[in-house]
Nanobody
């Protein structure tokens, strides 16, 4: 059974940092790409970052602040978030796909985690 479990969310002040983890089971990361998404109240789910065996992408507003990485030995993908802003407040999800054309589109992904809340206070 394919499963993704996010952790690491929490409450942090503006300018602070958090590291999110996405632990995968039922498949290995060398065969799947992982995307991080976020959804704020009243807004659509948006792509934040993406990692595959060959590519890494970031949404413009997080470039230079967020870093995505993968530890294949632990079958876990991380999202290091620095210089957090109140507008980063959202539920963050990781998702897995075998093949993607538009990495930022939630429709491209087959499996999703349950999400972890990130709240940035001003």
């Amino acid at each position: 059974e394919v499963q993704l479990v996010e952790s690491g969310g929490g409450l942090v002040q503006a300018g602070g940092s958090l590291r999110l983890s996405c632990a995968a089971s039922g498949f290995t990361l060398d065969k799947y790409a992982i995307g991080w998404f976020r959804q704020a109240p009243g807004k659509e789910r948006e792509g934040v970052s993406y990692i595959s065996s060959s590519d890494v992408y970031y949404e413009d507003s997080v470039k230079g602040r967020f870093t995505i990485s993968s530890d294949n030995a632990k079958n876990t993908v991380y999202l290091q978030m620095n210089s957090l802003k109140p507008e980063d407040t959202a539920v963050y999800y990781c998702a897995a796909t075998v093949r993607v054309v538009a990495w930022w589109s939630p429709n491209e992904y087959d499996y999703w985690g349950q999400g972890t809340q990130v709240t940035v206070s001003s």
